[in-house]
């Protein structure tokens, strides 16, 4: 029973079968023997061969996680497919983690230093777009229902009991907006219920982090877990020195438990939704009809409420109390006291909008359009744009600071501090410069220009903030090579963060237009239409088109370095080995197709996104622009080229309208498709590894459950007694892919006496192309030598081997002091030895039965089995 090595594998994304990972195979026609169960359940499990016996020398066990994302054709997985909706947020969310110069000990970050002012802005910034589907919906439920549909014929079209709001009594005033309101509120409802739900989703943990987790400067007790028949005469082994301080944040043993924070920071997220969805009726009414006697002390209460609400969110969100993630701490007072403040605002403006009209001001109900617009515009009162007064402003409002924010954030994350100086005055400028072009200034006289001539300049000269001088590490423990520098020239932040913000943005355009076009009658209604969407939205169409263009270009240049990549590899292939038959070139056509993907993805793919944001940039500056003057884009421009605005703008507005419809029949798809229900799963593999530490709305992280699982499981395989007959003598930790990333945090993780017995194999691995690109504190060139340090044998070498291909799409050399291997790819362009069949193009699977692979793993597990550790003690 001695000297048994365990390799465990960690499959990577889209749930590979288990048959698969084991390398199970089975006779032609016949189905692959099903694994067995060993530990875990039927979510994540730890599975091997039903063929397996405690003599084997080398054990194969397989760590299945796929569940948790990918899944299978369940209710529940239905339900992970719909976290699409959920993209953006899980875009802001990754943003935070990829922040350059974090510290490794997260203790010691400050606001003050250049990561501690750019993780406030980011997760301000993701206040702001939890704000973006609330603001919409608001839009749909107090703009679109509450102010512009007056008619019976315009309510009937609006599934449920709506047709009331045409009576006399609910016209007044503004009761119609406060039933509107309830629809805001009822999404923020259902986003406080998933999130709910998804914390019961992570909260199966195996393992509490805060019972002598590693890296615990408290000592592990020598009496825990000694096997009964162990000598008692013999010493118990010197207690292991305290670790020093940390070289990597993923160390941190509370890095994968964050339920306290995430509470708190869900608390701050939906009241601050709340706040915004009462803000818009509130502040029209207050406006329009300026609030006397109890109307005055209820609404200035509500404000007052909403303002403090405001206040301690945004102090909140630079603290520590949110900040640090501890555990299952308690909300704490100040979370209370904000759901307190949210609930009495609320009150109040529910109050301000029931009652009736006041003396000071004109009455609702002559502002809000007439029925019948729609039959005879010309009547009284119709209007061309009949949307709600001034909520024009607030979606063009916080459209233009949301860019300043990201702005803001990515010139901080690259230059420091001083990056954020432009953004900060740029906003204070527009925001005066909107009260001059409105005459809200005192004793000024009217502007000479219009808000969006004032506007462009300004938001230009804060985009330059982005080219200001990078701030450069001070100390590089590797050196870099070719395609492992910042990507985006540590700019990521932005970019990421950017991408979730117009994915947003095109979905709450598309949640107006399609309600608007249902309120319409169809896509082509007959005669004018009822109900328009806010002028800012007609822009969204158009920018839509614009992305789409843009992407369909950076889409051919891609297409173009591809073939000339896969031309250049052809001509290497064909040069290569003398004269090839006509066999071989066309094999060698398909194999340089491989090669070539693998040098897109490796060398041309961060830039082409690069040169997509850079385009997208600039189009956000010219759209915020555009939205701030007012003006639909029909009345931008005379002649023929206002019918070429009109087509774009309504071929992206149809889009965006099937946008919902679209992600919709996603979710369906997942339910029936396995191919599409692994594709979607892929996503959520790679966006949802990182812990929700900046945006709380955001689908569970599955590494918050899979590492501590896989460090119970290794810890305690190797600390079980000497005559147990599940004892290994070592564990290689053999991660593919995804699992290469989940493996780094597990060894990280792990105490010192533990890693001694592990050897780490990585196939598929993106740890320095894509992670230590885009994760530079976490895979950067001067921390992923930490994990090679951590696996350094006392005689010199490291315990990590890395198996790479050059027809990998997503597997390079890592470079971090491991030690390499080049797995050839096919074995040979032509069948031998008796085979008929050409020698299969694996990519990116297949590493376990290559015969390097075997060959490595039979090298480790002998220098696994040279010393026998002593006798084990408890897991510490």
Not at 76 to 89: G, H, N, S, Y
Not at 182 to 188: E, R
Not at 569 to 577: D, I, K, M, P, T
Not at 782 to 793: H, I
Request: charged share 15%; with cysteine; glycine share 10%.
């Amino acid at each position: 029973m001695g000297g048994r090595i365990l390799e465990l594998r960690v499959h990577g994304v889209s749930n590979t079968p288990l048959a698969e990972t084991l390398g199970l195979t089975a006779d032609p026609g016949c189905e692959p023997p099903q694994p067995r169960l060993v530990a875990g359940g039927p979510v994540t499990g730890f599975y091997r061969s039903a063929t397996t016996t405690p003599l084997d020398p080398i054990v194969v066990e397989a760590y299945s996680w796929g569940q948790l994302t990918s899944g299978a054709r369940t209710a529940r997985d239905v339900e992970r497919a719909l976290w699409t909706l959920l993209l953006p947020f899980t875009l802001a969310n990754v943003a935070l983690h990829a922040r350059p110069g974090i510290p490794a000990d997260p203790a010691t970050e400050r606001l003050a230093s250049r990561t501690g002012m750019t993780a406030w802005l980011i997760r301000l910034f993701c206040l702001s777009l939890t704000g973006t589907p609330v603001l919409a919906m608001t839009g749909v439920g107090v703009d679109l229902i509450g102010w512009q549909c007056v008619d019976e014929g315009c309510l009937s079209r609006i599934p449920g009991p709506w047709e009331f709001l045409a009576g006399s009594w609910w016209q007044q005033g503004g009761r119609a907006m406060a039933v509107g309101l309830t629809v805001p509120l009822a999404m923020i409802g259902v986003l406080g219920l998933v999130a709910w739900r998804s914390y019961q989703y992570e909260a199966v943990m195996p393992a509490d982090p805060t019972t002598n987790p590693a890296g615990r400067r408290t000592p592990p007790p020598v009496d825990a877990d000694v096997p009964v028949g162990q000598p008692a005469q013999e010493p118990p082994p010197v207690p292991e020195p305290p670790p020093g301080p940390p070289t990597n944040p993923l160390q941190d043993p509370t890095f994968w438990w964050g339920e306290g924070q995430l509470r708190r920071a869900a608390v701050l997220h939906l009241c601050t939704g709340t706040v915004v969805a009462a803000a818009v009726p509130l502040g029209t009414v207050s406006v329009l009809d300026p609030p006397n006697d109890a109307r005055a002390v209820l609404t200035w209460s509500a404000v007052a409420a909403f303002i403090a609400v405001l206040t301690i969110v945004l102090v909140a969100i630079g603290r520590p109390l949110l900040t640090r993630r501890d555990g299952a701490t308690p909300l704490g007072r100040w979370s209370i006291a904000v759901i307190v403040l949210t609930g009495i605002g609320l009150a109040g403006t529910f109050a301000v909008l029931l009652l009736p009209d006041g003396a000071a001001g004109s009455p609702l109900a002559e502002l809000r359009p007439p029925a019948g617009c729609d039959h005879d515009p010309a009547q009284p009162g119709c209007r061309t744009d009949r949307s709600l007064p001034g909520f024009d402003r607030v979606i063009a409002g916080l459209g233009t600071g949301q860019l300043l924010l990201l702005i803001a954030i990515g010139a901080t994350a690259r230059s420091g501090r001083r990056g954020g100086a432009t953004p900060a005055a740029v906003a204070l400028l527009i925001a005066l410069g909107a009260a001059w072009c409105h005459g809200w200034l005192p004793a000024a006289p009217p502007a000479p220009v219009t808000l969006w001539q004032f506007s462009l300049p300004l938001l230009a000269l804060a985009a330059a903030g982005l080219l200001l001088p990078r701030t450069r590490p001070t100390t590089v423990k590797q050196p870099l090579e070719p395609h492992n520098d910042l990507a985006w020239r540590g700019r990521a932040p932005a970019v990421i963060a950017g991408f979730g913000w117009l994915l947003c943005l095109a979905y709450s355009a598309g949640v107006l237009y399609w309600v608007t076009n249902r309120l319409n009658g169809g896509d082509a209604p007959v005669g004018p239409p009822r109900v328009v969407p806010p002028t800012p939205v007609a822009w969204a169409g158009l920018t839509f088109a614009a992305a789409l263009l843009i992407l369909a270009l950076v889409a051919v240049r891609a297409v173009v370095l591809f073939r000339r990549l896969r031309r250049q590899e052809y001509a290497r292939l064909s040069a290569r080995g003398g004269r090839l038959s006509a066999h071989d070139l066309r094999r060698a056509r398909d194999v340089s197709t491989h090669q070539a993907l693998h040098r897109l993805v490796g060398e041309h793919a961060l830039r082409l996104i690069g040169w997509y944001a850079g385009a997208m940039a600039v189009v956000a500056v010219l759209s915020c622009a555009a939205v701030l003057s007012a003006a639909r884009p029909q009345t931008m421009t005379t002649g023929g080229t206002t019918v070429v605005i009109k087509a774009v703008g309504d071929v992206g507005d149809a889009l965006l309208g099937l946008l919902p419809v679209a992600v919709a029949a996603v979710g369906l798809l997942v339910y029936r498709k396995n191919t599409i229900r692994r594709s979607v799963g892929v996503v959520w593999d790679v966006g949802t590894f990182w812990p929700r530490a900046a945006h709380p709305l955001a689908p569970p992280s599955y590494a918050e459950r899979a590492v501590p699982e896989l460090l119970t499981r290794t810890a305690g395989l190797i600390a079980l007694a000497e005559h147990d007959p599940r004892r290994v003598d070592g564990i290689i930790l053999s991660g593919h892919s995804q699992g290469t990333v989940i493996c780094t945090a597990v060894i990280l993780q792990l105490p010192h006496r533990w890693r001694r017995r592990i050897w780490f194999f990585s196939y598929g691995c993106q740890l320095t192309r894509l992670y230590g690109r885009i994760f530079p504190a976490y895979f950067g060139p001067d921390r992923l030598p930490v994990l090679a340090e951590a696996l350094t044998r006392p005689g010199g070498g490291t315990r990590w081997t890395n198996f790479w291909r050059d027809t990998d799409p997503l597997g390079w050399p890592v470079t971090a002091g491991e030690r390499d291997i080049a797995v050839t790819d096919p074995e040979a362009l032509h069948p031998s030895d008796g085979e008929v069949a050409d020698p299969p193009i694996r990519s990116h699977s297949g590493y376990p039965e290559a015969t390097e692979f075997q060959r490595e793993r039979s090298r480790v597990a002998w220098l696994l089995r040279r010393a026998v550790p002593s006798p084990r003690r408890g897991l510490g």
